[in-house]
């Protein structure tokens, strides 16, 4: 079972890593929330606000990077993003992070949570169906998807 942990200053190389992998993978086509850099990933183990961002570990290595944004700009609902590292996919990492994330929301009192996935990422918008998420068209290359937590 992975564990679930804030991002920090220990865990910054892991991080500019891990966004090093999705770019070579090309995964930049479906999670690009902000720039996959080694800038980036200081930015994220540097930030102080209402916003949260996470890692998940499983056995001991980085499997996952997910956040839950918005607060810093005073919205009500909260965008969900979250990626899996590609050596750990098809293990139901995502589904387990959804619902973690799922519950930090909660206890961060938002009713509801947010999401933008593409329309060409089948897995993704195939997970988010599973979970309950309602999708519908954003614009002609998005879904967004919202789900009561």
Known sequence: MPSYETISESRRFELATLFTILV??????????HPLTSHEAKKKVQYKGLDLYFLQISAGKLSGYGFLRGWDEG?????????????????DLGKNFLHFLHKQAKEQKAREVRLTV?????????????????????????LVGFIEV
Not at 25 to 33: A, I, K, L
């Open 118 to 142: 593409d329309i060409s990422n089948k897995a993704a918008i195939k997970l988010y169906k599973e979970i309950g998420y309602q999708l519908q068209p954003k614009n002609e290359t998005s």
């Open 75 to 91: 919205y009500d609902i909260p965008s969900l993003g979250l990626v899996i590292h590609p050596q750990f996919r098809g293990q």
């Open 24 to 33: 070579a993978n090309g995964d930049e086509q479906y999670f690009h929330p």
